[in-house]
């Protein structure tokens, strides 16, 4: 799987800056430390439910982890897009945000 994986460098950054084991990582969202790993590797899927637990053991913002989460799955889908056909999605998309929360 060649995704997109800033949430899953960051997830690792701070796991390694905090000393915080896998096996905490593995506890602390429910699975056993071979499917931990395999999801910090990419491997594995990255499931939304795990942000908060991890948010919380890494001691960082949830909106920061749900922030990468979503950067990564935007990239991950106009990966195969060319640029500038990403660049107007991302542009319209932004539009339409802005427009839902005003």
Known sequence: MVNSNMLLARIKQLREELNVQQRQMADAIGVDAPMYSRIERGIRPFRDEYIKPMAKILKVDEDELRSLWTADKI????????????????HLAKSEIKTNLD
């Open 75 to 90: 990239i991950n889908v106009t990966k195969d897009e060319s640029d500038s056909v990403a660049q107007r999605a991302l």
